[in-house]
């Protein structure tokens, strides 16, 4: 018997729309990545990209548990000696809402050369309009 490596014609890809304001901001983050890399099909191949494109809309409204809203704290580096900057989740939440989601798929992503190519298929709206009505993306529910 042989293993199955499957061929880079043989990838279909469908457009998955997720609301970030259904379920906790960890569990949707997981079902992302999941769609990104494709690890539900029947034809993964751990070397080839053949997840989804996902566009997640309220990224907003995204729900957190405890006191994260406070307490989490996102930090980045200009690169310049002590130019190292942070930001607690409700000031991301109000300038840039799409980072919360962003932030977190990114984390649950395998850190290997295919991460860049799966993070340009996720699609991350502040409210419920998004631009790929075109693409008929087919809703899915957050457990």
């Known amino acids: ?15 998955i729309l ?19 890399t494709g690890k ?8 080839m990209d ?4 996902v566009v997640v809309i309220n ?6 548990t405890g006191n994260k809203e406070t307490a989490k704290v996102y930090y980045h580096h200009t690169g310049f000696p002590g130019g190292i900057k942070d930001a607690r989740l409700e000031e991301v939440r109000e300038k840039f809402p799409e980072r919360i989601i962003e932030n ?4 649950m992503l395998p850190k290997n050369k295919l991460q860049a190519e799966r993070m340009k298929r996720l699609r991350v ?9 075109a693409q008929t993306p087919e809703k899915v529910e957050v457990k």
Do not use: C, N
Request: positive net charge; glycine residues 6%.
């Open 1 to 15: 018997m042989k293993t199955y490596s499957q061929k880079p014609t043989e990838i279909q890809r469908r457009w």
């Open 50 to 53: 053949g997840g989804d494109y």
């Open 125 to 133: 709206f502040a409210e419920a309009d998004h631009t790929h009505a």
């Open 104 to 107: 977190a798929v990114k984390g």
């Open 59 to 64: 990224a907003k409204h995204a729900v957190v």
């Open 40 to 47: 539900y099909k029947p034809s993964y191949t751990p070397h």
């Open 18 to 36: 997720v609301d970030a304001s259904e379920a906790p901001l960890g569990r949707i983050a997981t079902q992302i990545a999941t769609y990104l």
